[in-house]
């Protein structure tokens, strides 16, 4: 079982920037970020393969998040630039255990490894 923790969250004004990190204890395949607000459902962020290469993102954070990894360290970083209140919310880290999967990279199912999620709160 590979754990994930997560890192970096807090608080941060409108037009700010962090950079959540999430380490794993493991080799995962593809890593992803999901976020979730009070009274809403996960939503996906950015997902990132093996390679590295061709991060994908949602609609929303695209142009301003940027995902990359680092496979010597088993870790994920999302910088979040340019943030609106809209972004605040728990971040949690994801990673799935297989090389190959039917699913997309941005459905929640996808994914066997959950960290415990970090909050981002972003002031207006």
């Known amino acids: 079982q590979v754990q994930l923790v997560e890192s970096g969250g807090g608080l941060v004004q409108a037009g700010g920037s962090l950079t959540l990190s999430c380490a794993a204890s493991?080799?995962?395949?593809?890593m992803a970020w999901f976020r979730q607000a009070p009274g809403e459902e996960r939503q996906f962020v950015a997902a990132?393969?093996?390679?590295?290469?061709?991060?994908t993102y949602a609609g929303s954070v695209k142009g301003r998040f940027t995902l990359s990894r680092d496979n010597a360290k088993n870790a994920v970083y999302l910088r979040m630039n340019s943030l609106k209140p809209e972004d605040t919310a728990v971040y949690y880290c994801?990673?799935?255990?297989?090389?190959?999967?039917?699913?997309?990279?941005?459905?929640?199912?996808?994914?066997?490894?959950w960290g415990q999620g970090t909050q981002v709160t972003v002031s207006s």
């Open positions: 990132i393969g093996w390679a590295g290469s061709s991060p």
């Open positions: 994801a990673g799935d255990k297989d090389h190959v999967s039917p699913y997309s990279t941005s459905y929640y199912g996808r994914y066997e490894y």
């Open positions: 493991g080799r995962t395949w593809t």
